[in-house]
């Protein structure tokens, strides 16, 4: 699997990490002929893995492609407003406030675009229809109707045996021990996983590169204006709603980057506790940068801007450092120009996560995966460490200098709600990862570990993990 297909690896079920195959051999029945697929896994070696118990898992069924639905849903609705408010800024004579709204509808539209056609290859076809709605920006609405199409065509044909298949195998834990585990995925099953995958990318894309700036500037206006008309309350709900569900999948993106060779299923329990994390976490987060902002107004842009071009640049400092070479595994076909092109597309979405939210994951150019597949709690420590101090000066400046902002409210307690909702957050995110996380029996030191050897500069209580021999420990952690 290559480099950039692992930052931006797939979401959901094991089975849709199926997508590249090669073919190895096929059988014949009486019926039809059946076409056998193995997936490549560089990382496995296949002489030991053909000789593990391998349990035969049962067919992946289709299902409907709800995730598809909201993701085209979220993004017409979000572009529809921002037109909409563009619209009366310009009836209103308002220039500035119609330049920002349209630019970062612009922007996250471009790169959505951009990012369906870089996943489905369009370039190398010879799709003119899909090329055509993608430069009219509705690129979205001819994904969507061509995974509704094929969901159809799924229907239609459920029960009858596809002749061309492929054979997945995933690790699961079942009652604390590693099973591999193998299935069958039909061809029109992988295609349709195919569409989950760019529509759970172009989510992303469109929350930390479109909403989150769109709906930090319309709460800017919002409070300087004293206003607040009813469309502009549907575009901030449009985009408020994409930067949750983006920073939701963020996570669940992370853990299946970092246990690629895991088949992973998250229940409800801890789908909600990732939402109030992560909706407490950027609404706090927001709201203290829009007082800040229109404490300071234009005082703020350098702090602001120094804030973004540090997470920017941090990944390409270190990459220079390393002294390594440009990574030339991200796609065959991509140049030199083309891989760094990628590669600054990959930054600017990594430091637009991290200005708002914990990206959950460390970029590192250096590597073949480009990122960190380590659990790394000195990262997410330092990153929450640095943002709690960021959120606290912001906050007490507009505290002792916003008199201006907001007369009719207590600035002290909106001070103080919004830095306890930060902590609350953080709460949140301790808990998922010490009780919640699928795969929290694979951590060699967990949250608690983490907090007594940092309170009390003390070594991490033994756990049951290191008591495993010096080679199976080192190849866990490989894992983790």
Not at 447 to 462: E, G, I, M, N
Request: proline share 4%.
């Amino acid at each position: 699997m290559l480099g950039l297909q692992r930052l931006q690896g797939s979401l959901g079920d094991g089975w849709e990490g199926a997508l590249n195959t090669r073919p190895q051999h096929s059988e014949s029945n009486s019926t039809m002929d059946r076409v056998y697929e193995i997936p490549e896994e560089p990382n496995v070696d296949p002489v030991s893995s053909l000789e593990e118990d391998v349990i035969r898992g049962a067919n992946p069924r289709f299902t409907f492609p709800f995730s598809i639905l909201f993701s085209t849903f979220l993004y017409c609705g979000e572009a529809a407003s921002a037109l909409y408010m563009v619209r009366i800024y310009r009836k209103n004579s308002e220039t500035y406030w119609m330049t920002y709204t349209f630019s970062f509808f612009m922007f996250s539209s471009i790169m959505v675009q951009l990012t369906l056609i870089f996943v489905h290859r369009d370039l190398a076809k010879d799709k003119p229809l899909s090329l055509l709605m993608h430069l009219i920006l509705l690129g979205p609405v001819i994904r969507c109707l061509e995974a509704m199409i094929k969901y159809l065509t799924l229907w239609k044909k459920e029960g009858q045996e596809e002749p061309y298949v492929s054979l997945t195998r995933k690790k699961m834990l079942i009652d604390g021990e590693e099973v591999l585990i193998e299935w069958e995925v039909g061809h029109s099953i992988r295609t349709l996983a195919m569409h989950r995958n760019a529509y759970k990318r172009m989510s992303q894309i469109q929350a930390f590169l479109g909403s989150v700036p769109q709906l930090t500037y319309q709460l800017y206006v919002t409070l300087i204006s004293a206003e607040v008309p009813l469309d502009r309350v549907v575009l901030m709900v449009f985009s408020l709603v994409s930067v949750t569900y983006g920073a939701t999948l963020c996570n669940m993106l992370a853990i299946q980057i970092k246990y690629d060779d895991y088949k992973i299923r998250l229940g409800p329990l801890e789908v909600l506790c990732i939402t109030i994390w992560r909706t407490l976490e950027i609404t706090s987060r927001l709201l203290i940068l829009v007082l800040f902002s229109a404490t300071l107004k234009l005082k703020a842009v350098p702090f602001l801007v120094l804030n973004f071009l540090i997470i920017l640049f941090e990944p390409w400092i270190k990459f220079w450092r390393s002294g390594a070479q440009m990574p030339n595994n991200i796609e065959k076909n991509f140049s030199r120009v083309g891989t760094l092109v990628v590669l600054i597309s990959i930054t600017i979405l990594y430091a637009g996560i991290n200005f708002s939210c914990w990206s959950a994951l460390q970029l590192r150019l250096a590597d073949r995966d480009l990122v960190d597949k380590g659990q790394n709690w000195g990262h997410m420590g330092l990153h929450y460490s640095v943002r709690l101090v960021e959120n606290v000066i912001m906050v007490l400046v507009f505290k002792f200098f916003g008199v201006k902002v907001l007369l009719n409210y207590c600035h002290s307690m909106i001070a103080l709600q919004l830095i306890i909702a930060y902590l609350i957050s953080i709460g949140f995110m301790l808990l998922f990862f010490q009780y919640l996380h699928p795969l929290r029996s694979l951590f060699t030191h967990n949250v608690v570990d983490y907090l007594h050897c940092v309170c009390c500069h003390q070594h991490p209580r033994t756990r049951v993990e290191n008591t495993e021999p010096p080679f199976e420990a080192e190849a866990r952690q490989s894992v983790v």
